[in-house]
């Protein structure tokens, strides 16, 4: 572009856009990226693509800040056939449900084996494949490392000890705006996962083979578990309110000794305005007293949607993304775990993010939210229950039969 062109003329291009091609482009492609993975990060990848491919242009649209407020979004510019995104960012859980909806173009001939085995399934659907791997992910507990070498505790491998350890900190540190644990009780897909981790920890499943396989015993345990670090001031009062990024910035700021979140928070609490930089540490979720370690499997796919008017270009840009660059990139720069497992090992990878080194043995055994074209309806099933109860308004034993019925009439 003529670096001498003035705003006014810029102005009169973009508003011309809309009506013919503007002269310094041969290809405009839109992406839709969710606003809390680094988009600015990102940004910098599509700069690259631009450099090495002059005539294609590419912006970023960015909404939401929650999983099922994107998926919101997008669902009402998909069901409209709106051309105007020609890329999309994805949730794990959704691939197969826009596949279904025929809201994302097939890929032909691509070699999935390169990527993590969890994300070639997810992003397969009836043989073929819907979407490529943005990057992987999976819930972990971040500490205060600084505050548990001073009271000389390790990191907890059960939620009991957890409690033991927040007793402890909170007791000799007098701090009232210091919260034990943060995690996310709003009513948002990622409270699904908050139900599921001490579910899990307890050897039960959710569904299997598409049948549901729901343990209510477990389910009350898990419901009173959280339940319990509000009564116990081991999470703070409103904790019905906190969605992903309150916790992410909660602990940023020093006011929480624990925190359960994904990768994408590691980058920001090493960044220039974090209280905590360089004072935390990320370990396995605790497990319930003599359960196991259970997490749950996240992670974000990048599809090409049926209705862009630039296919081929849409899905070349696609590949670019989803390469083991790119994941690199993300990886060191945004903290988003690599979906190519010999970049665990990484040195520029493990220089930015020393924990990645555990977090592939992590990722890989990570349990995924059950898959059946009805998730929609599973997902607001538990996450309003896991919020009415951590709300007050709802027991844990009516909580379970709460999910049990429901879950019964959708996964009939
Ligand atoms: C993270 C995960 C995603 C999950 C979401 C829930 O973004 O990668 O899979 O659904 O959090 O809040």
Redesign the pocket.
């Known amino acids: 572009m003529n670096e001498k062109i003035s705003t006014a003329a810029l102005a009169l291009f973009a508003g011309m856009a809309a009506i013919a091609q503007p002269a310094f482009a041969d290809t405009e492609l839109k992406v839709y990226i969710?606003s809390?993975?680094q988009p600015q990060v990102w940004r910098q990848i599509l700069d690259k693509y631009e450099a090495a491919n002059p005539g294609t242009k590419v912006s970023i649209e960015t909404g939401g800040n929650?999983?099922e407020a994107q998926a919101q979004y997008l669902n009402t510019i998909m069901s409209a056939k709106d051309s105007s995104l020609d890329v999309l960012i994805l949730?794990?859980?959704r691939p197969a449900q826009f596949a279904a909806a025929g809201w994302t173009s097939p890929f032909a001939g691509k070699d999935m084996s390169v990527y993590l085995p969890a994300y070639a399934e997810a992003n397969t659907v009836d043989g073929k494949v819907v979407a490529l791997p943005a990057f992987a992910?999976s819930m972990f507990l971040y500490y205060r490392k600084d505050l548990l070498e001073k009271h000389g505790i390790q990191p907890p491998k059960t939620w009991d000890e957890l409690t033991a350890a927040v007793k402890k900190i909170n007791g000799a540190e007098n701090n009232p705006e210091l919260q034990g644990l943060s995690f996310?009780g709003k009513a948002?897909?990622?409270a699904?996962?908050t139900f599921l981790l001490p579910y899990w920890s307890q050897g039960k499943s959710l569904v299997n083979n598409g049948k549901l396989t729901f343990d209510k015993d477990a389910a009350v345990k898990s419901l009173k578990l959280w339940k319990g670090f509000v009564d116990n001031g081991v999470a703070k009062k409103n904790i019905a309110e906190v969605a992903?990024d309150d916790t992410r910035k909660e602990f940023q700021a020093g006011n929480a000794i624990f925190a359960v979140n994904?990768s994408?928070a590691w980058a920001q609490s090493q960044g220039k305005e974090s209280a905590v930089a360089g004072k935390v540490g990320v370990a396995r979720l605790p497990a319930i007293a003599g359960g196991e370690q259970a997490t749950?499997?996240?992670?974000?796919e990048w599809g090409v949607s049926a209705y862009s008017t630039h296919q081929d270009e849409a899905k070349k840009l696609v590949e670019y993304l989803s390469s083991k660059d790119s994941s690199k990139f993300m990886a060191v720069n945004g903290s988003l775990l690599p979906t190519y497992p010999d970049l665990y090992k990484d040195a520029d990878v493990l220089k930015a993010a020393p924990w990645f080194a555990d977090a592939l043995q992590v990722v890989e055994t990570a349990k995924p939210?059950p898959v059946t074209p009805r998730y929609n309806e599973v997902s607001e099933t538990v996450r309003t229950t896991v919020n009415a109860v951590l709300a007050g308004v709802m027991t844990p034993e009516d909580g379970a039969a709460q999910i049990e019925a429901r879950l019964k009439r959708i996964l009939r």
């Open positions: 969710s809390q993975h929650t999983s949730d794990v859980i992910d996310q948002i897909e990622g699904v996962c992903t994904w994408y749950c499997l996240g992670g974000w939210r």
